[in-house]
């Protein structure tokens, strides 16, 4: 089982551009959390997703979307990209309403 | 709205000591609790799961409790090593908004153990 896996583990995007981050799940897990985790900072909810569909998503604004595809795999998108979007980005996976124990390795990001 | 607290922010101990890290909460209204280590630039290892129903769990040198009346929990890990260097970061989950087990997480307390 190769649990959560993210893509790609670093990044570096310019001002103003856009980016697709990558999460496949544990293998037998059907909802996807994404969160932002800024330096010194506890990780910050951005969305879940559960049969493909945005359940709940956080204090994040619209430029932050994603998408999750049958095979319960997501992506993250950021639009505009800010100075202040760098950060490590987290996805977790679980089962239902099972607890979201299982994190992948994360991307960094970073925008200058 | 439910906020996480984690003290002290940084914790520096020599080799061999047992310690304690602390993490309230605001809202006891939860489903469970974790706590999580994360070492420098790299993703979250779950230690320990602690459903609301249960008070304590244990694996190896780590010990976590959990109050929920008080909103507190602890980690308590024996006999330090310098591999135990890294954050630790608790997180309690529920349904908030529709979203099953949300987690909010604190900030996270930096161990430093001292060979």
């Known amino acids: 089982d190769a649990g959560v896996t993210q893509s790609p583990t670093h990044l570096i995007k310019t001002r103003g551009q856009q980016v697709t981050l990558r999460c496949s799940p544990k293998?037998?897990?059907?909802?996807v959390s994404w969160y932002q985790q800024a330096l010194g900072q506890g990780p910050q909810f951005i969305f879940q997703y559960y049969e493909e569909e945005e359940r709940q998503r956080g204090n994040f604004p619209d430029r932050f979307s994603g998408h999750q595809f049958p095979n319960y795999s997501s992506e993250l998108n950021v639009n505009a990209l800010l100075l202040g979007d760098s950060a490590l980005y987290l996805c977790?996976?679980?089962w239902g309403s099972g607890p979201a124990a299982f994190f992948g390795q994360g991307t960094r990001l970073t925008v200058v | 709205k439910q906020e996480v607290t984690q003290i002290p922010a940084a914790l520096s101990v020599p080799e061999g000591e047992n310690l304690v890290l602390n993490c309230s909460f605001t809202?006891?209204?939860?489903?469970?609790l974790q706590w999580f280590r994360q070492d420098p630039g790299k993703g979250l290892t779950s230690l320990l799961l602690i459903q609301s129903s249960q008070r304590e769990q244990t694996s190896g040198r780590l010990n976590a409790s959990l109050d929920k009346s008080s909103g507190r929990s602890t980690l308590y890990i024996a006999a330090s090593q310098p591999g135990d260097s890294a954050t630790y970061l608790c997180?309690?989950?529920?349904?908030?908004?529709?979203?099953?087990?949300?987690?909010?997480f604190g900030t996270g307390t930096l161990l430093a153990v001292q060979p």
């Open positions: 293998s037998g897990h059907d909802t």
């Open positions: 997180a309690v989950g529920g349904v908030y908004g529709g979203a099953t087990n949300k987690l909010i």
């Open positions: 809202d006891s209204a939860i489903y469970n």
């Open positions: 977790a996976s679980s």
